[in-house]
């Protein structure tokens, strides 16, 4: 119950920001036109509470799934002589424009202002991902062990799509679970093309090929009285390797569990100090462990003032474009609408951020401020970027479409809006029923 309710705050909390600071784009601009605001909504339909200032409503209300900004007269194109001075409809397009657009500005400010405080306060990151893709280790009976994959393999590119970083390789093959992608990759001085069939892991069914990158281990956290603090292993320490052999993240798990109650020699890196460590790993039930707490080698990424901002701007940037990307692979089924979270996903991720801390909270504002800027603005009627594309047709036409063809796009738009988000709602739900869709066929 206490986790629901938790939920449910954090989701009203974040999504209260978001909307509002979209909403104030657009009264802000609409002010700055002398353009009248008769309401100021956080939620939609009956109102709750509020306060009258002037000439404009700033109420809460009943549903808090958004929130709106209500222009004097900017449904006057059936009246247009009845419209006064300080109506939407009576401003020039250009101004009706900038106020249409505002909103969605307002939401990639924040997602850029957000980042850049991270970027100051500075953040722990793994260091793999800003590398070259070079395979480290390569999970035995995974799609990249069938597919003959083989360490030092270097991923130059998947589905045609360059792969620079692991970053990359991450996004690429996360977003296509259960699918046949092809890969370019260097092995020694060849350059030859390999198929790969992915596999779906985790609840949310994340795209899974089975190899990973070179990364050193780092020791985040040692328990009291374990094999490791007798062995004089400390927090913060970089395991370089076991008994003379690398000791990659990702297979030093399988190293620690198959040598219970066997001395190995750890060479590791103390604030760039080298030193020898003898450590026994202790047999826990068929496993052997050494009582830490362990994360791929990680640098703090920290800028001043202006630097963070060009960093938070390249950084939104990359977010857009891999935005868009993605729903051009959706669009050719290339990526998997299972990805495509609706309020139930942003509700429990919220919260798993809420959770997580101050810092991770904000990344994840940012984050969906930056989708809701960027989805706004796409040419779909009803949202924002609807609007543009009619003002932009009817600048470039040099006249107003009649109130018919406005009506006739508002209500295609509308039938479209209710149906996106029925199918992203049932998205949510799916997720969480035992087979998935699979539970929905009952003839089955």
């Known amino acids: 119950m206490i986790t629901f309710l938790g939920t449910i705050f954090v989701f009203v909390l974040v999504f209260g920001i978001l909307v509002f600071v979209h909403e104030f ?7 700055l036109n002398k353009v009248r ?22 109420r809460v209300s009943l549903i808090p799934m958004g929130g709106y900004v209500k222009l004097s007269g ?4 059936e009246n247009p002589s009845k419209l006064q001075p300080y109506d939407f409809m009576a401003k020039k397009r250009w101004q009706r424009f900038l106020i249409m657009i505002m909103g969605s500005v307002m939401n990639i400010i924040l997602a850029i202002v957000l980042f850049a405080v991270i970027n100051m306060v500075g953040v722990t990151v793994p260091q793999y991902q800003e590398q070259t893709p070079v395979i480290g280790w390569i999970e035995p009976g995974s799609p990249a062990d069938k597919a003959e994959f083989r360490v030092d393999d270097i991923i130059l590119s998947i589905n045609g799509k360059k792969t620079k970083t692991w970053n990359d390789v991450d996004l690429y093959v996360g ?39 070179k990364t050193l281990t780092q020791v985040q956290m040692v328990y009291p009285n374990s094999p490791a603090e007798k062995g004089g292993l400390k927090a913060n320490d970089i395991i370089l390797s076991i008994d003379g052999k690398p000791a990659f993240y990702f297979k030093f798990v399988e190293i620690i569990q198959n040598n219970p109650g066997e001395e190995l020699e750890f060479l590791v890196d103390r604030a760039g100090k080298e030193l020898k460590l003898q450590i026994t790993p ?8 050494i009582g830490i707490v362990q994360i791929p080698k990680s ?24 935005l868009i990307e993605f729903l051009k692979d959706l669009i050719t089924r290339e990526a998997s609408a299972k990805h495509v979270g609706g309020p139930i996903e942003i509700a429990n991720l919220s919260y798993a951020a809420f959770r997580m801390g101050f810092i991770a909270l904000i990344s994840w504002i940012a984050f969906i401020s930056l989708q809701l800027g960027i989805i706004n603005l796409f040419p779909i009627p009803v949202l924002d970027g609807g609007h543009l594309l009619v003002l932009v047709l009817e600048g470039i036409f040099r006249r107003d479409f009649s109130p018919k063809v406005k009506q006739v796009i508002m209500q295609i738009g509308f039938v479209f809006l209710i149906i996106l988000m029925a199918v992203v709602i049932l998205n949510d739900v799916v997720k969480r029923l035992p087979n ?5 066929l009952f003839w089955k």
Do not use: C, Q
């Open 25 to 31: 784009g657009h009264f802000f601009m609409a002010k």
């Open 37 to 58: 605001v008769e309401v100021f909504s956080w939620g939609y339909g009956k109102r709750l509470f509020g306060i009258k200032k002037g000439k404009t409503d700033y």
């Open 74 to 77: 900017e449904e006057s194109f």
């Open 175 to 213: 977003t296509k679970p259960d699918r046949m992608i092809t890969l370019k990759i260097k092995r020694d001085s060849r350059i030859m093309d390999v198929e790969l069939e992915t596999e779906s892991r985790t609840r949310l069914e994340m795209g899974y090929a089975g190899f990973f990158p």
């Open 282 to 289: 202790r047999l826990e039930g068929d496993v052997g462990k």
């Open 299 to 322: 640098v703090l990424k920290k800028y001043g003032f202006f630097a963070s901002f060009v960093e938070s701007t390249k950084s939104s940037f990359n977010l857009a474009f891999r």
């Open 436 to 440: 998935g869709w699979n539970s929905l």
